[in-house]
């Protein structure tokens, strides 16, 4: 069932004249705006990959990525019953997030037809309490009733492999390896990892040769030449 957050976010994408869940060829569009199709995937960009490479071959699209950087839990003493508690969830979203679902979408962006915008959101998430036997282990189980957009907090929208390169630090040696990325952007090793697979598959960057057992790289004359 879709949500209450989708639907807010399609009405957020839907300027006068647009039209909402619009049929094009075989495939259901959430926002068609003139000749732009807009695609707001709350889920893996993977479950869209081949809609949207077919769609990039005559259209102009759109892909919507929202990242919950700040969720509220809103407990619920069962489905549609009476608020028992609301508290700020410790897990925060951060654009680096977009790279988990980059990994499987390299064969279609960058693409010169597709823009991919990232939107940092603040939710609410409606819980109650989970039923079911073979649930009863969790000790901390619950159904979600749904998700509610209380804010949008930033946007970063990426049309090239250039664009993706706004996100690596400021300054890096060159050649460059994973370790100098994630200690420039204070973040773990395995982000930086997935960001530099990212980029070397979009030929932002180049491999150029190992240090230590650690891949070294460069940025290719594409993106020095946009930097």
């Known amino acids: 069932m879709e949500t209450t957050l989708h639907q807010q976010l399609k009405a957020h994408y839907a300027p006068d004249g647009a039209q909402v ?3 094009v060829g075989r495939y259901r569009i959430d ?34 990525k ?3 950087a700040r969720k509220y839990l809103v407990k619920q003493q069962r489905a549609g019953g009476q608020v028992v508690s609301r508290r700020r969830s410790p897990k925060q979203g951060t654009v680096f997030d977009l790279f988990e679902e980059l990994v499987h979408f390299t064969r279609v962006f960058p693409h010169p037809r597709l823009v991919l915008e990232v939107v940092l959101i603040e939710i609410e998430e409606w819980r109650y309490p989970g039923h079911g036997r073979r649930r009863r282990w969790r000790r901390n189980d619950h159904e979600m009733e749904d998700q509610r957009l209380m804010a949008v907090l930033g946007v970063e929208e990426f049309r090239t492999a250039a664009d993706l390169c706004r996100l690596l630090p400021p300054k890096l040696p060159t050649p460059f390896h994973t370790g100098h990325i994630a200690a420039g952007l204070n973040v773990q090793r395995w982000i930086a990892q997935r960001m530099a697979y990212c980029l070397r598959e979009t030929r932002a960057i180049k491999t150029v040769g190992k240090e230590r057992g650690a891949w070294l790289y460069k940025r290719t004359a594409k993106t020095q030449a946009a930097a």
């Open 66 to 68: 929202p990242i919950v």
């Open 31 to 64: 926002v068609v705006d003139g000749s732009e199709l807009i695609e707001i995937q709350l889920g893996s960009l993977s479950a869209i990959r081949d809609k949207i490479a077919e769609l990039v071959k005559k259209h102009q699209v759109r892909i919507v």
């Open 21 to 23: 869940e619009q049929r």
